[in-house]
């Protein structure tokens, strides 16, 4: 049941999907950008105050894909 839950987080220009069922708990979400991504905090991703830039930048560091980033589209 769980492969099929899917979370976004959005800060208006990016949304951060994230797939728990293929997360591999590596914690280098955690470790690189804490500020953004805290396990121990519900929700526990928080987009808010971070650069895109750089919230994109650590999205890509993880190693099983189970973070992946959409681009907002403007209007």
């Known amino acids: 049941m769980t492969r099929d839950i899917i979370k976004r987080y959005t800060n208006g220009e990016v949304t951060v999907i994230w797939q728990p069922s293929i997360c591999e708990h590596s ?3 955690f470790r690189g950008l804490p500020a953004v991504f805290d396990p121990r905090r519900r929700p526990w991703v928080v987009l808010d105050g971070t650069p895109t830039d750089a919230i994109v930048a650590q999205v890509e560091a993880c ?3 189970a973070l992946s980033i959409e681009r907002e ?3």
Do not use: H, Q, V
Request: proline share 22%; charged share 20%; glycine share 12%.
């Open 63 to 65: 190693p099983s894909g």
């Open 73 to 75: 589209k403007p209007e």
């Open 27 to 29: 914690a280098i979400c």
